[in-house]
């Protein structure tokens, strides 16, 4: 079967319709997955952050340990007995 140029290029208001639906679906699923991915890296950027907050917070309770350990009595006797 031997198309012609012509008969190719006619298109029907049916397939308009078609072309202008994928389009469409296809714009809005690109449009939310942009959304959600930059959604997604502002959730780690958020997360990042909380982690290195309590990070240090980590480091200056164990700081704060230490410090209470160190003045704690360093004596090697055993303790009384009453």
Do not use: C, G, H
Request: a positive charge; zero cysteines; hydrophobic letters at 45%.
């Amino acid at each position: 079967m031997k198309y012609s140029l012509r008969s190719l290029i006619r298109f029907s208001i049916r397939d308009l319709f078609w072309l202008l639906t994928s389009a469409a679906v296809l714009t809005t699923w690109w449009v939310d997955r942009s959304r959600l991915a930059q959604e997604i890296e502002s959730q780690k950027r958020e997360q990042l952050e909380e982690a290195k907050r309590m990070y240090k917070e980590a480091v200056r309770m164990t700081a704060e340990a230490q410090a209470v350990i160190n003045s704690l009595p360093t004596s090697s006797a055993p303790a009384p007995n009453p």
